[in-house]
């Protein structure tokens, strides 16, 4: 019988670029009792996305932070300013990721890859807190 659950994660990183979620969204799942199904991770925010990234290597979290804010640097020619100078840049950075992730399930774990995580890409320097959606359907 098809079944589904939902919550919602609240996270504060502690500084902008990749903040792993993976072991919250491995309880939701757990939680959950689901043995399979698909679940959908959403950001309910315009300057956050959501990546599945290496989780295992350091500075492969560095070099991504590092290769967007070159693609999407703060001061530059931007229009858009009202909140602060990394306001555009982080919702060009979000433009150019996700804010929503859909990841299966099987045998009660979300299936991820060896050295792959699921992380919040926080792309402001004020770090507020993020709502990240979880809704899981199967059985």
């Known amino acids: 019988m098809l079944r589904q659950a939902s919550t919602t994660i609240t ?3 502690s500084r902008p670029g990749l903040q792993e979620i993976t072991s919250d969204v491995r309880e939701f799942v757990n939680e959950s009792g689901f043995r399979e199904g698909l ?6 925010h315009t300057s956050a996305s959501l990546l599945i990234q290496e989780n295992a290597a350091p500075a492969a979290r560095r070099d991504l932070e590092f290769y967007f804010e070159r693609i999407a640097p703060e001061g530059g020619p931007y ?8 306001d555009m840049p982080a919702h060009l950075r979000s433009a150019l990721t996700a804010t929503q992730l859909s990841i299966p399930v ?4 979300p299936v991820l890859g060896r050295w792959q995580g699921i992380f919040l890409f926080e792309h402001r320097r004020g770090t507020p807190e993020r709502q990240i959606a979880l809704h899981l359907i199967g059985e």
Request: one cysteine or more.
């Open 39 to 44: 679940l959908t991770a959403f950001c309910s």
């Open 79 to 86: 229009e858009h300013d009202d909140e602060r100078s990394d």
């Open 11 to 13: 996270i504060r990183a």
């Open 106 to 109: 099987a045998h009660g774990r």
